[in-house]
Structures are given as structure tokens and as C-alpha cells.
């Protein structure tokens, strides 16, 4: 069974930085392409990254030029780097598959991030 562990959100203050992990185990990610989600209260989940087998990286313009996804396939896991916070990406981050590239895994608890203004 695959299992998704997020970690390395916070309350941050706007302007401010932080590094989020997605450690994998159950299934080996070298060949999928994977995704950063994120979920604000009261709003559907969304796409913000995708990074590919060959590390391809693709943002949603809400976060182009601020976040950055990388991967380390031999730790099995996956990061995104957010500088430049702003107050509305404060939401609960996952990570899993990228939309298109296979069946999603189930969800992890995902990681929580505030940025204060």
C-alpha cells in the first residue's frame, strides 16, 4: 500500500519561505510524474506544480516564479521550495501522482501552511 507523507508546512509571514517534502514509500516514484495539490478552507483542491520523471516542471500561474518542485528519486521523495508567500497560499499541501499520469494514490494528511499578512 502506498503511503504519502507531507511535511514542513508552518505559519509564515507574508514575503517568507518554506521547503515541503512528500516522502513516498510503497511505491517507487522514479517513473511517475508527481504532483503538489493544495486545498484552501472552503475551495475545491487544485494543481499548483507538476515535475516529471525527467524533472519537467510545470506551475499554475498562481505560483510561477515563486515555487519551485524538485525530486530525489533515490530518497523517494519529492519537495517544493515557496518563496515570496503571499496570505493566499495559506492551505493544506499533498502531494500524489500529476493529473494525466496514472492512477492518483490515496491521499496523504497533507501538510499545513499559513501565511500571516
Known amino acids: 500500500q502506498v503511503q504519502l507523507v507531507e511535511s514542513g508546512g508552518g505559519l509564515v509571514q507574508a514575503g517568507g519561505s518554506l521547503r515541503l517534502a512528500c516522502a513516498v514509500s510503497g511505491s517507487g516514484i522514479r517513473f511517475n510524474a508527481m504532483g503538489w495539490y493544495r486545498q484552501a478552507p472552503g475551495k475545491r483542491r487544485e494543481l499548483v506544480a507538476t515535475i516529471t520523471s525527467g524533472g519537467s516542471t510545470n506551475y499554475a500561474d498562481s505560483v510561477k516564479g515563486r515555487f519551485t518542485a524538485s525530486r530525489d528519486n533515490v530518497k523517494n521523495t519529492v519537495y517544493l521550495q515557496m518563496n515570496s508567500l503571499k496570505p493566499e497560499d495559506t492551505a493544506v499541501y499533498f502531494c500524489?501522482?500529476?493529473?494525466?499520469?496514472?492512477?492518483?494514490w490515496g491521499w496523504g494528511q497533507g501538510t499545513q501552511v499559513t501565511v500571516s499578512s
Open positions: 500524489n501522482v500529476a493529473p494525466g499520469y496514472g492512477t492518483s
